[in-house]
């Protein structure tokens, strides 16, 4: 098990790598630069500022500092926001991503896996197809369009949670951001829980169960929900680090502070060290929620061997 | 469907007292805001304020944002500040003399002012500052906005050292500034965050760091009390301001919403009290919904398209560049897709007191005429139905509102000449890159004054300035603006300035679209503002009444 994790977790380096190159060179070869602006700069100033930054020297130099730095765990300063690096920027944003995501997914969970089950076991009847309607609904629904509503009917009508903001501690800050981020996803749990609840309940040993009179409850919670989740787990890998970070649309519309917004911003104002630091995260998290779910798929399922 | 207005307040605010004196003299100004007669101040004195994007930075020397000059305006005070009107008045100077030839100016300093901290501002703290601002090593966006004082270029262009700038701090309250030329606009330069003071130990001490609230040392109204980035600046009254005893509020949050629907449901929900800014097209419903509280006035800015003059078709045809501007009905598109919001303009200048403006001689025409004859000027240039001209309009990538508006232009430029005019979006990094390398034959342009000023706008077109991105060049305007800029008396100049705005107009130099217009949402118990042609409102000022719900 831990060979396999060291393995893997080795693995991922060149694939870091890789995409850090990428980002690089794309961005480096976008038109416009970081400091073209509204009011053009004075020579003189252009290049001292452009000399503080090193954007003067070689790409193949730059690229190389670059790297340096970051395995010093320094992702450099910003270049929109004088003042402030980017590894400030990830330590006040990220852990206000981290928790509107996970608690986002764990409300997926928490609701879409009973939805789901239920609507197996009760196939065809009202409770199957009101809630898969409304699953249907929620995964068609745009954040875009879900977000605003919420706002629009919570905080603007009836006065009942914040509009918007971030204050750290505050449980009424977080229910509508986690409600509008979670619910396609209650959505997508809901249905693959349904589908694979079908198969297990036609099997033969829950038939055996029920034949052996066995209360509903266990049945559906000791034999069908274990081997249901395999789906779910394999879903939620790449799922989380997604819900955790590309969370833009929710962070605008409830003023989040999160890095989801920096990441595109930093993108149109060619803050190439914002935009690489941010990309770097993302692809981490990519690779350690996989891995994750990969750990998580092995000990659901005793078939799968995590060496082969 | 009508959403839950907010409440209206059930307070009986009879009349606002005259707040300022219209006095000449801006040492002469009153500055503190009339408590309306017949209410009561709120026991919680906090306003939440709306800003479009966050600050790129809190350093004054180092910002060139609309936002960042919101929360500037309330951290810091220059020599002058601004009163309610948005008109100079003393503020971290008490009083100032002038030279006899227009190039001396001596502002003796306020005794008790002081930093955050407790500390005497002095003259030596103003000297650092602005030495620091020309100071290519600190990489000021803005620094040739100091042009008028004695070495500013050369120190900006790398050829002279720092301390060569043409300030002296005669003793600690006693700041000469030597100028180039008479310079009549000097006060309201002076009132801009880059000219703002900064205090020295913090940066010393602190580097990029010392605009962290933990650090920062300021001289405002206000102080740095919490920042989340990319979310919310919390400012909260500054015991050591010298006029402290006459500012309202306890603390001021300035919430970053880039997006202006948004920006609006959280004014409706309360959370904001004061927002700058609205999408044009939501200005109707609002103006049904909200009714007093939609605020629009004139702003010193104005909308354009402008034109190359090395590049083909507009280089050496000025009767294609008049077909083009006679043939956009201003009115119309403002009507139609501004909501009424702005002023269609047909010159360069946003009216300003005292200056003349230069409109066109086609400006007294109807709309047919205009078309008739660019028609005519049209054929002159070389074009027809047959061979139309083939251009594309360069813009940022923007919203639908703004799309639709040079959609507009397109097609009447089509329907009345005959042209084939497309739109070119490119993002903002890349349109304004491109236009500094003078790429783009026909680009959108706007310009919003740093201070009121005509000389601030007809810069624009100023041979050499690295503004000019046509490289419109014309010496007799160039001369006008010379002539101007060694004239000390005001209304002389105005009227060298006015003759050099006849000459861009003569030569079609651009086409003017609208002016802007300020657009703010402000709560009725949100007082001790006045709309102003710059659109700055310190917080300074500001008080909130007694009143009920959000």
């Known amino acids: ?308 | 469907m009508s959403l839950a207005a907010p409440r209206r307040l059930a307070l009986a605010v009879t009349a606002l007292l005259g707040a300022c004196s219209h006095h000449d003299d801006p040492q002469a100004r009153i500055t503190a805001p009339a408590i309306s007669v017949g209410s009561a101040l709120a026991g919680v004195q906090t306003v939440a304020r709306m800003i479009e994007d966050f600050p790129r930075s809190l350093d004054p020397q180092l910002t060139t944002d609309i936002p960042a000059q919101r929360v500037l305006d309330d951290l810091f005070e220059g020599l002058v500040t601004l009163d309610i009107d948005g008109r100079p008045i003393p503020g971290a100077a008490t009083s100032w003399q002038l030279s006899a030839d227009g190039k001396t100016w001596i502002f003796h300093l306020r005794e008790g002012a002081r930093w955050s901290n407790g500390a005497p501002v002095t003259a030596e703290d103003f000297l650092y500052s602005w030495r620091r601002e020309v100071d290519p090593k600190t990489g000021a966006g803005y620094a040739q906005a100091l042009s008028p004082i004695v070495n500013a270029m050369d120190i900006a262009l790398g050829r002279k050292p720092a301390e060569t700038l043409g300030v002296e701090a005669n003793d600690a309250h006693t700041l000469t500034v030597h100028l180039v030329a008479p310079t009549p606009y000097l006060l309201e330069l002076l009132d801009q965050v880059y000219l703002y003071p900064v205090y020295r130990p913090a940066i010393e001490r602190y580097g990029d760091d010392w605009v962290r609230p933990e650090h920062i040392v300021s001289n405002g109204a206000f102080a740095l009390h919490e920042e989340t980035i990319g979310n919310r600046i919390t400012l909260s009254a500054n015991p050591y301001y010298w006029d402290a005893a006459r500012v309202h509020l306890q603390s001021v949050v300035y919430y970053s919403i880039p997006d202006r629907a948004q920006a609006v449901l959280r004014y409706l929900a309360g959370d904001v009290q004061f927002t700058d800014s609205f999408a044009a097209s939501q200005r109707p419903w609002l103006k049904r919904t909200l009714g007093e509280q939609v605020v629009n006035s004139p702003w010193l800015g104005i909308y354009m398209l402008g034109f190359n003059f090395k590049l083909p078709p507009f280089r050496d045809n000025a009767p294609l560049r008049r077909a083009l501007n006679l043939a956009v009905d201003r009115a119309a598109l403002t009507r139609a897709l501004k909501y009424d919001m702005y002023q269609p303009a047909d010159t360069l200048m946003p009216p300003l007191s005292g200056y003349q403006p230069q409109h066109p001689p086609w400006a007294a025409s109807s709309q047919l005429e205009r078309n008739a004859l660019a028609q005519r000027l049209y054929r002159e240039a070389g074009y027809s139905r047959e061979h139309p001209l083939r251009v594309n309009i360069s813009t940022p990538v923007q919203g639908a509102d703004e799309r639709h508006y040079f959609e507009a232009v397109a097609a009447m430029w089509h329907a009345v000449l005959g042209a084939d005019v497309s739109l070119d979006e490119s993002e903002f990094r890349v349109l304004v890159q491109n236009r500094e390398l003078h790429l783009l034959p026909l680009y959108q342009a706007a310009w919003i004054g740093d201070f009121p000023d005509p000389v601030n706008f007809l810069q624009l077109f100023y041979s050499g300035n690295a503004l000019n991105y046509g490289l419109y060049s014309n010496a007799h305007f160039d001369a006008l603006l010379d002539a101007a800029a060694q004239e000390p008396d005001n209304a002389v100049r105005y009227r060298l300035l006015e003759q050099a705005e006849q000459q861009l107009n003569d030569d079609a130099a651009y086409l003017p679209l609208y002016y802007y217009a300020t657009r703010h949402l402000i709560k009725p118990y949100v007082q001790g503002w006045h709309s102003n042609l710059v659109d700055r409102n310190l917080s300074r000022y500001l008080y909130i009444l007694e009143h009920q719900g959000s």
């Open chain 1, 1 to 308: 098990m831990l060979r396999y994790i060291l393995r893997r977790v080795l693995e991922s380096v060149p694939t870091l790598l890789l995409i850090v190159t990428l980002a690089f060179v794309l961005l480096h070869a976008a038109p416009g630069g970081p400091f073209a602006a509204d009011k053009p700069m004075l020579p003189e100033i252009r290049r001292s500022i452009e000399a503080r930054y090193h954007l003067e020297e070689p790409l193949w130099r730059q690229y190389l500092r670059y790297l340096a730095d970051v395995l010093h765990g320094d992702l450099g300063p910003s270049f929109q926001y004088r003042n402030t690096s980017v590894n400030q920027i990830i330590a006040a944003g990220f852990p206000v991503d981290v928790s509107v995501g996970l608690s986002a997914i764990a409300v997926a969970l928490l609701l879409g896996i009973p939805i789901g089950l239920n609507a197996a076991w009760r196939r065809n009847s009202l409770w199957d197809r009101i809630p898969m309607a409304l699953a249907v609904a929620g995964i068609s629904l745009p954040v875009f369009v879900i977000a605003p509503l919420l706002v629009l009917v919570f905080a603007v009508r009836l006065h009942w949670l914040p509009a918007a903001d971030w204050v750290h501690g505050s449980p009424s800050h977080l229910v509508l951001p986690v409600l509008a981020l979670s619910l396609p996803y209650i959505a997508y749990v809901a249905r693959i829980v349904r589908g694979s609840a079908l198969e297990v309940l036609a099997s033969a040993y829950i038939r055996t169960a029920r034949a052996k009179g066995l209360p509903t409850r266990r049945i559906l919670l000791h034999h069908t929900l274990r081997p249901c989740l395999a789906p779910v787990v394999s879903f939620l890998g790449p799922t989380t680090a997604g819900v955790i970070t590309i969370s833009i649309v929710v962070e605008t519309v409830f003023g989040l502070p999160g890095i989801g917004r920096f990441f595109v911003t930093g993108a149109l104002n060619r803050d190439y060290t914002l935009v690489l630091g941010i990309t770097i995260l993302y692809g981490t998290l990519i690779i350690l929620f996989n891995l994750l779910a990969d750990l998580c798929y092995a000990w659901i399922d005793p078939r799968v061997r995590l060496e082969s």
